[in-house]
């Protein structure tokens, strides 16, 4: 699998270091509007690149060659990375089953980032309260913006 840094047979910590850095880089692609007019969808390479990172944490989690301290990270970030992707995917289709079909959802350890084409102040505290439900977190934790309408 690419991306490793290998010596000797052994994974290198810079595989763990590229893995979490990639890991808040998808925060901000999932957060741009990645929305086109066909679909209501985040782009499939934007799904793909998430479920590469848990799958190479995963590996590293794996890996007997590295140190303990390195896999008990992986183990965390990968934990992270799916439970955040399942909260993501939770709160999008609550928006969705609201009529907010262009949304986007990004979760992350202290914050939740919420954007929905054509968002009416009137269902702010009902996704508000979702996302509280659904993360965990506090209020205070979740930003909501409205996406300007695509013509």
């Known amino acids: 699998m690419g991306g490793g840094v ?7 910590i810079a595989r763990a270091v590229f893995a979490a850095s990639l890991s808040m880089l998808l925060t901000c692609v999932a ?3 990645m929305l086109n007019d066909e679909s209501t969808e985040r782009t499939e ?9 848990i799958g190479e944490l995963g590996e590293i989690a794996r890996d007997w060659d590295e ?4 896999r ?8 992270n990375l799916l ?3 399942e909260q993501e995917i939770a709160i999008e289709a609550g928006l969705r089953m609201m009529g907010y079909t262009r949304c986007a959802v990004s979760v992350r350890e202290k914050s939740v ?6 968002f009416r102040e009137e269902d702010a505290m009902k996704v508000l309260s979702m996302a ?5 977190k506090s209020p205070e934790a979740v930003r909501i913006w409205p996406l300007r309408e695509q013509k």
């Open 113 to 118: 980032y919420i954007a929905a084409e054509g």
């Open 45 to 53: 390479s934007s799904g793909n690149d998430i479920w590469r990172v």
């Open 67 to 70: 140190s303990e301290s390195v």
């Open 83 to 85: 439970a955040w992707t």
């Open 132 to 136: 509280v439900r659904e993360t965990g």
């Open 31 to 33: 957060m741009r509007p």
């Open 6 to 12: 290998r010596h000797g047979g052994r994974l290198t």
């Open 72 to 79: 008990a990270e992986a183990r965390l970030r990968r934990g």
